[in-house]
């Protein structure tokens, strides 16, 4: 079975830029979370939804950030404009309700802005 | 203010001896608590669970000890192994619409010595 796939794996980018980044949850799990993991901050959530539905956004840092899910196998998580200080590892999760509470991880996206 | 604590950043553990790894939370809220495992370049791997409804699970090698008086948690590995290093995160849970909010501890890195 497929895991939860994020791309890329990688991106550098330059301060100002956008970037998107992407996530394919495991299908049938019908929540989806964004989290982001730095030094300072640790692993923290960002938003999750249900049913493609954003539940909560609270840990959104900023306007610059947004997050969809046009559909139950894509989400998306965007920056606009970039800066140096979102320099982290993005990684995108699923669970299925009802089917206990664990939270399966992608290998997460390694952003890097200069 | 950080609602999870590991407070040992790291640990070196012999082969075959107990690995003993700790985490502290401050928020009687939370009701479910998990531990994951982390290797470099990939995202986390659920490794254990336990309801605050009860005080031990166990899972082969793994054990998760609750003691919501002191709200403190603990992960015994029995034997250690040298697959076992790796980075360990604890995550506490609080249901809120229908999804558990994790909260993530800064993680502890386990080095297993052969």
């Known amino acids: 079975d497929a895991g939860v796939i994020q791309s890329p794996r990688h991106e550098v980018t330059e301060m100002g830029q956008e970037v998107t980044l992407r996530c394919k949850p495991i299908?049938?799990?019908?929540?989806l979370f964004w989290y982001r993991q730095t030094m300072m901050r640790g692993l923290e959530l960002l938003i999750y939804?249900?049913?493609?539905?954003?539940?909560?956004d609270s840990g959104m840092p900023e306007d610059r950030f947004s997050a969809k899910m046009p559909n139950a196998s894509f989400s998306t998580l965007k920056i606009q404009p970039s800066e140096p200080r979102d320099s982290a590892v993005y990684f995108c999760a699923s669970s299925l309700s009802g089917g206990g509470e664990t939270q399966y991880f992608g290998p997460g996206t390694r952003l890097l802005v200069l | 203010d950080q609602q999870v604590k590991q407070n040992s950043p790291s640990l070196s553990v012999q082969e075959g001896r107990i690995s003993i790894l700790n985490c502290d939370y401050t928020?009687?809220?939370?009701?479910?608590f998990l531990w994951y495992k982390k290797y470099p370049a990939e995202g986390p791997t659920f490794l254990i669970s336990i309801s605050s409804i009860k005080d031990k699970n166990e899972d082969g090698r793994f054990t998760v000890f609750l003691n919501k008086s002191a709200k403190h948690l603990s992960l015994h590995i029995v034997p250690s192994q040298p697959g076992d290093s790796a980075v360990y995160f604890c995550a506490a849970g609080r249901r809120f619409q229908g999804a558990q909010k994790l909260v993530f501890g800064q993680g502890t890195r386990l080095t297993i010595n052969p």
């Open positions: 939804f249900n049913n493609n539905v954003p539940i909560d």
């Open positions: 928020n009687s809220m939370f009701d479910y």
């Open positions: 299908s049938g799990h019908d929540y």
